[in-house]
């Protein structure tokens, strides 16, 4: 957890100092995407919210996405993260926003995708989207890998838009 915490506060202070905000969708992250945020103080300044969308049920209640709005998309995909992220940073009105879906294991998702597949997108002033295959089934190691890429590509992503 130290390792999502140091990435953490970096993404903190750049928020902090620019008097941006950020909201979190993830999904096999399980929330430590969002727990991670939060473990700095003075969280409030720039942290909205956050919702683990791990299931149909959470994103039609928790983003309102209806059935309609994925027709045609896979769940673990570069397409899904990005509505995810979109979506979220509308609700919430928010400068940035991370979004997460993927298949942490010991198994593939029923997608079809194996266990270390997950992708994560970012929307705000920018916007992109990863695909990660870590090559591993181990859930609780995937977990932690992808939420490290996730405030990865966030830092990335705030220290490009701060460059203009």
């Known amino acids: ?23 979190v969708a993830e999904s096999s992250t ?36 209806q059935d309609d709005a994925v027709k045609g998309m896979r769940g673990a995909s570069e397409p899904y993260a990005t509505l995810l992220a979109r979506t979220a940073r509308e609700r919430f009105g928010a400068t ?8 942490t294991g010991p198994t593939g998702n029923r997608y079809g995708d194996p266990p270390g597949h997950t992708c994560i997108a970012i929307a705000g002033p920018l916007e992109r989207s990863i695909t990660l295959e870590t090559g591993e089934n181990d859930r609780v190691g995937n977990m932690y890998a992808f939420a490290a890429k996730a405030l990865d590509l966030l830092g990335e992503a705030l220290a490009t838009s701060g460059q203009k």
Do not use: P
């Open 30 to 65: 399980g929330g430590l995407i969002s727990a991670a945020l939060l473990s700095v103080g003075g969280a409030s300044a720039y942290f909205l919210g956050g919702a683990v969308v791990y299931t149909l049920k959470a994103r039609r209640i928790l983003l309102d996405i």
């Open 1 to 23: 957890m130290q390792e999502l915490l140091m990435r953490a506060q970096r993404i903190a202070e750049l928020l902090k100092a620019r008097r941006e905000t950020v909201v």
């Open 96 to 103: 940035w926003s991370i979004a997460e879906s993927g298949a």
